[in-house]
């Protein structure tokens, strides 16, 4: 049963990659079980999974702006303050 169990069980490390891949491309389920159930026990786990997310937010927002008015990708001091602004507004630090 413990070594069921420790199959099962990811380490942070792995559950970041997991975390990061999932953005990318689709998980098996078998990945997709094992994320779920270490997002369910670790905090710094699911914060990363915050952090990674909104991020890949701003970055398409920013990707569609930069494309519609045919600019070049780079953040102004300004936009690096409002996205820091909404990381620490979520409490995602």
Avoid: G, Y
Avoid at 21 to 33: A, H, M, N, Q, V
Avoid at 37 to 52: D, N
Avoid at 71 to 79: A, D, I, S, V, Y
Wanted: charged share 30%; glycine share 0%; hydrophobic share 35%.
């Amino acid at each position: 049963m413990v070594k069921s169990m420790n199959k099962l069980m990811l380490d942070c490390d792995t559950a970041t990659l997991l975390i990061t891949k999932s953005e990318f491309t689709k998980l098996s389920c078998i990945d997709k079980t094992k994320l779920k159930l270490h997002l369910l026990t670790c905090k710094f786990c699911r914060r990363f999974k915050k952090q990674s997310e909104l991020i890949s937010l701003q970055m398409n927002r920013l990707t569609q702006e930069i494309n519609r008015n045919n600019l070049r990708l780079h953040l102004t001091e300004e936009q690096k303050q409002r996205l820091k602004e909404k990381l620490n507004k979520n409490n995602i630090s």
